[in-house]
């Protein structure tokens, strides 16, 4: 993990020369291909001959080419067979096939991915000091996964064994090795609910001393369900059973000792099951940037929120080399990046800057290229450059591609994120979690038979923010806390702003829910049979069942 790292930050010296040499080892690897043949690669030598063969392409015009080498076609995007397939942890669509071939691994994947947990085990080696000392949310290995036609498997990065696969056998990531890694009782493949009971129900008997959970919305269920479970618990740890079934021995001190928790707190918090928590491993921006500072305090005081990479299935990004809360630095040695003002339109003839050409404080769509067959890739994520380190930029995750666009106000997750912090620290207030959808236009109501003038004139179009506060606010400051979204929203957005002043927007509203509205609207998508990883924080929401299951109000 630390040659790794030194490695990285030893390229971050050299980035343009870095980045050079990406583009000559993809372009040479896979000139052969029919990808390569049909663009020119055996022609293109620099830069700006690479941006004139290809377009900037999206997944859809991937598409053909994966799904040919899927059902067993060879030498299309890539020289090298993929030996698994990523699947997508979006939200949206169906699931992608993300080809991962042994060179992708090689040259891209694995300097970063062990890059990435550095920082956790230097500043706090305690994590290695038993199997039982990490909580790994991700990990979930299948038994039998599901494969492509061309029999390679087609799963979630998490559910790779990355040593038999690759021949990397220190690539176990910690508390993959932990007693529930491997779960002993049988579980339905669909039941990720139980799995997550089964594998709390045994970390409540280990000394804990970091959660790795990448999605921030995975860690923040945990404080709620272990009270939705705790009697379950309890009683499993009495009976020396898991899932119903006899497991290790009957332990009635620990779980007497948990039942004191119980009495004395009220409410229990991980912090009091494990007081020894250390560090979270999660992604630190976005909505979770707006909850993960109250959240942390759940587990423990003086709790260190890591930042986990930048980074997709398809490939990487950035990678926090040191303890910066929310950034890490491109990888310039992984991919050839390129990036489109976060405002403006990707098309396939779009302008594009280089990673030098980055301004710190704006927000960039990020395209890129790497050897294992992805070329001129938009991604759909938004990144902000945060700074510049070692001659690279050190980016953060902004949030979605794409925008709400009711009216024209094509307004971006980065944007309202940032509004709505700016709101909450107005007020003093905290939430657990956001989400918002633009309610359509009413039409007005008419007035009374025989009263004088006009019907009323129709509400315009308006965004409806549902919160879950932290504590309970009152009603003046939910008022005072809406009107300064509103100003928000205009300085964030010019779009935002110019609807307003037009009367296409009206005002915001907001929607107080309980306090575990998002935590059972988290529950009750992972028990459709969702993976818990790819359940992320949504903060728009333009489904009517979604927002209806989220708010309590069936058709929306």
């Not at 020289?79 to 990523?86: H, I, L, S, T």
């Amino acid at each position: 993990m630390f040659a790794a790292r030194e490695r990285l930050a030893g390229e971050n010296t050299d980035p343009r020369g870095a980045q050079r040499r990406v583009l000559a080892d993809l372009l040479g690897f896979n000139a052969s291909t029919e990808f390569g043949r049909e663009h020119g690669f055996g022609r293109v030598r620099t830069m700006d001959d690479f941006r004139t063969a290809v377009p900037v392409r999206d997944y859809a015009a991937h598409a053909p080419l994966i799904e040919r080498t899927a059902a067993g076609e060879r030498n299309l995007l890539s020289a090298d067979a993929p030996a698994v397939y990523f699947t997508s942890s979006g939200t949206t669509g169906a699931h992608k096939r993300i080809p991962v071939t042994p060179r992708f691994m090689r040259t891209t994947f694995m300097p970063f991915y062990f890059a990435a947990w550095a920082p956790l085990i230097e500043h706090f080696p305690e994590v290695l000091e038993g199997p039982g000392a990490v909580l790994n949310l991700k990990h979930d290995p299948l038994s039998a996964p599901p494969t492509t036609a061309d029999g390679r498997p087609h799963v979630g990065a998490s559910q790779v064994d990355f040593g038999a696969r690759f021949g990397e056998p220190l690539s176990a990531e910690p508390g993959t090795g932990a007693p529930w890694a491997a779960l002993p009782a049988r579980t339905e493949p669909g039941d990720h609910l139980e799995r997550a009971y089964l594998r709390l129900r045994l970390a409540v008997q280990s000394d804990v001393r970091a959660l790795v959970g990448i999605n921030p919305a995975m860690i923040a269920a945990v404080p709620y369900q272990l009270n939705l479970w705790w009697p379950r618990i309890v009683k499993e740890v009495r009976d020396g059973t898991l899932g119903g079934v006899p497991h290790g021995a009957p332990d009635p001190g620990r779980a007497a000792g948990l039942e004191r928790l119980a009495e004395y707190f009220g409410t229990v918090r991980p912090a009091h099951v494990w007081p020894r928590m250390r560090a979270l491993f999660c992604w630190a921006t976005g909505v979770a940037s707006l909850y993960l500072p109250a959240l942390r305090e759940e587990f423990g005081a003086g709790v260190t929120v890591l930042p986990a990479p930048v980074a997709a299935s398809e490939g990487p990004v950035g990678v926090a080399l040191d303890r910066h809360a929310s950034a890490g630095s491109l990888v310039a040695s992984a991919s050839v990046y390129e990036f489109v003002p976060a405002d403006l339109d990707l098309a396939p003839d779009c302008a594009t800057l280089l990673p030098h050409e980055l301004e710190i404080g704006h927000d960039y769509h990020v395209i890129f290229s790497h050897v294992g067959g992805l070329y001129r890739y938009a991604v759909g994520d938004v990144v902000r450059v945060v700074d510049r380190v070692g001659g690279v930029p050190r980016v953060e995750y902004a949030g979605r591609g794409g925008r709400s666009d009711a009216v024209g106000e094509r307004l971006r997750d980065a944007q309202a994120v940032r509004a709505l912090r700016t709101a909450l620290d107005s007020g003093g207030l905290a939430l657990r979690n956001v989400a918002c959808r633009v309610e359509p236009a009413a039409d007005g109501a008419p007035r009374s038979p025989g009263s004088p003038g006009s019907p009323r004139p129709s509400r315009p179009s308006r965004y409806v923010f549902a919160i879950a506060p932290r504590t309970p606010w009152s009603a003046a400051e939910a008022a005072r806390f809406t009107a300064a979204l509103d100003g928000s929203l205009a300085a964030e957005s010019g779009g935002y702003a110019r609807a307003r002043a037009s009367g296409r927007l009206g005002p915001p509203a907001v929607r107080l829910l309980d306090a575990e509205a998002f935590d059972r609207d988290w529950h009750e998508a992972v028990a459709t049979g969702i993976r818990p990883t790819q359940v992320k924080d949504r903060l728009f929401r333009q489904d009517d069942g979604l927002w209806g299951r989220l708010t309590g109000t069936p058709g929306g």
